[in-house]
């Protein structure tokens, strides 16, 4: 038994502030040119600290969708904006589990434009099984991600169809996840992210030389 008087008493208020971090990346898309970055909020206050929007790998959700399955289904599988994909219950993943639409709504026939518009779950994994999840996959490679997983020594991989939704085995950076929609607002064309354009010696003699982006039709 612990016998605590009214002196012995001590209460302690603690008043906690969110903290909420963010990384930010401006690019421009025809140059590859990154313009902007921040990795986390705040005054920088050390030299190569941790960088949220290079070193971080998240889950991108919602973000991939268009990545992942509705730009290779247009470009190569023969789907359009109009093109009608039915959205009548949840959807049953082939191993058994179960996605839903976030709000909870299912409407039958919609286009992809309005699956694109409203992130509608089922609408784009639907097409991503339907377009094959190795063609989605080869797609996002090319929009120039590196953390993905073909298959690593756990039997993980991001050849599969929640990758539609953006659930994958390491995530991707926001820098990368900015390159690719770039790609889209280039045309189709992907440039690498590039932080300068050359190193000179003090001879002026080049060292380094990244003035000509590398670059890819995706």
């Known amino acids: ?19 909420p971090q963010a990384s930010v990346v401006v690019m421009d898309q025809k140059t590859g040119k990154v313009l902007a970055i921040s990795g986390g909020r ?37 789907y359009t904006l109009a093109h009608s994909v039915d ?8 191993n058994g589990d179960t996605a839903k639409n976030w709000d909870g709504r299912y409407i039958g026939p919609t286009t992809i434009r309005r699956a694109i518009a409203h992130s509608i779950n089922v609408v784009t994994l639907k097409t991503l099984t ?21 298959m690593d020594e756990n039997g993980n991989t991001d050849i599969q169809q929640a990758t539609a939704l953006g659930g994958i085995t390491n995530g991707v950076t926001n820098l990368e996840l900015t390159a690719a929609y770039a790609a889209i ?3 189709g064309v992907y440039n690498k992210p590039v932080y300068y354009t050359k190193v000179l010696d003090h001879d002026g003699n080049i060292l380094l030389d ?3 982006p590398e670059s890819h039709r995706v």
């Not at 016998?3 to 903290?19: A, F, H, L, M």
């Not at 959205?87 to 082939?94: G, I, K, L, Q, S």
């Not at 999840?133 to 120039?144: A, E, V």
């Open 1 to 19: 038994t612990l016998g605590i008087t009214e002196e012995d008493t001590v209460v302690e208020r603690i008043d906690i502030t969110p903290q």
């Open 42 to 78: 705040g005054e920088k206050t050390a030299s190569l600290s941790f960088n949220r929007a290079t070193a971080n790998p998240r889950q991108p959700g919602s973000c991939f969708k268009v990545l992942s399955t509705f730009a290779p289904a247009i470009d190569s599988c023969g």
């Open 87 to 94: 959205d009548d219950e949840p959807f049953t993943y082939a």
């Open 130 to 150: 339907a377009i094959g999840p190795r063609t989605g996959y080869d797609y996002l490679i090319n929009f120039g991600f590196t953390t993905l997983v073909e």
């Open 185 to 187: 607002a280039n045309g």
């Open 210 to 212: 990244n003035s000509t």
